[in-house]
């Protein structure tokens, strides 16, 4: 196989499964309020017990799929 015979077949799979800019920024969105919620939350039951919420996973990563949709969320 060639390069350009690979990246034919590569490139629109790749356009169907990789997001785009507006799927990472609602992705980041959803996370962002899920943080502050959480946070505000966590504070005012736990104090000073309390460290930090973290984005992990795929999202994190820039490594999900157009398709899937969970995020990760570490306390």
């Given at each position: 196989?060639?390069?350009?015979?690979?990246?034919?077949?590569i490139?629109?799979?790749?356009?169907?499964?990789?997001?785009?800019?507006?799927?990472?920024?609602?992705?980041?969105?959803?996370?962002?309020?899920?943080?502050?919620?959480?946070?505000?939350?966590?504070?005012?039951?736990?104090?000073?017990?309390?460290v930090?919420?973290?984005?992990?996973?795929?999202?994190?990563?820039?490594?999900?799929?157009?398709?899937q949709?969970?995020?990760?969320?570490?306390?």
């Amino acid at each position: 196989m060639t390069a350009e015979l690979i990246n034919s077949i590569i490139h629109p799979v790749l356009m169907k499964i990789k997001p785009d800019e507006n799927d990472k920024q609602r992705f980041y969105r959803v996370y962002e309020f899920a943080r502050k919620e959480l946070e505000a939350c966590l504070n005012r039951y736990l104090g000073n017990y309390f460290v930090e919420v973290s984005l992990q996973g795929s999202v994190a990563k820039d490594t999900f799929l157009k398709s899937q949709s969970d995020i990760d969320v570490f306390i």
